[in-house]
């Protein structure tokens, strides 16, 4: 498999309903982000992760990171009509010389049914 | 708050001629960066770019493909002679020097090559 897989392809749910999104890697990082398009249009960053932080909350995002698994998940909580997008994790290499390698996985499509 | 801008939001070319497409990044930022994302499929990285060359370029980024940074703030991709396949969304990125910081994404450049 590709650096950056995420599981399910795609997810439908009722509005109130909590999503859940994985996402599995298989190199060394530094930090794990997560990202949101809606159709069409341009990347949101929603939330890093460092390689030495477990879980990290932001509002509804719940994202945790097992570095040993080699996995990340995001839960969105109470989810909503306008959640609806494509999530993607995207894993973060920085080598010797400083220079950063983000590697994106192939995306989780979320509907959120109202 | 800054962010990171993309000109033109879409560009239809005929095969076969020159693109430009133009990104002002973020003016504290020093590394910058450029995505593509063919519909449908996951985002690539092309090319990164700091301290006026190129850092890191990936196998898509081929002899088709060049960027520059004419002046203080911006930061271009050029096409020489666009394939039907070079068909896809754009994104620029970029970042601030520091070892964990993310790459801020603008909102992208659809091109279509017919």
């Known amino acids: 498999s590709q650096q950056g897989e995420e599981d399910p392809q795609a997810l439908s749910i009722q509005e109130g309903e909590n999503a859940t999104m994985n996402c599995s890697y298989k190199t060394s990082i530094n930090n794990l982000q997560w990202y949101r398009q809606n159709s069409g249009r341009g990347l949101v960053h929603l939330i890093l992760?460092?390689?030495?932080?477990r879980e990290k909350h932001s509002g509804r995002l719940r994202v945790t990171l097992d570095t040993s698994k080699k996995s990340s998940s995001l839960l969105i909580t109470a989810s909503r009509a306008a959640d609806t997008a494509s999530y993607f994790c995207a894993t973060c290499l920085m080598n010797s010389g400083g220079y950063q390698k983000v590697t994106f996985g192939t995306g989780t499509k979320l509907q959120v049914i109202p | 708050e800054p962010e990171v801008t993309q000109t033109p939001s879409h560009q239809v070319t005929q095969m076969g001629q020159e693109v430009i497409l133009r990104c002002v990044p973020i003016?504290?930022?020093?590394?910058f960066y450029w995505y593509r994302q063919i519909l449908g499929q996951k985002v690539e990285f092309l090319v990164s770019f700091y301290n006026n060359e190129i850092s890191e370029k990936s196998e898509i980024f081929d002899d088709q493909f060049s960027v520059e940074r004419p002046d203080g703030s911006n930061f271009t991709l050029k096409i020489r002679s666009t394939k039907l396949e070079d068909s896809a969304m754009y994104f620029c990125?970029?970042?601030?020097?520091?070892?964990?910081?993310?790459?801020?994404f603008g909102p992208g450049t659809r091109l279509l090559v017919l």
């Open positions: 003016s504290n930022h020093l590394y």
């Open positions: 992760i460092r390689s030495n932080e």
């Open positions: 990125a970029s970042r601030p020097k520091g070892f964990l910081e993310t790459q801020y």
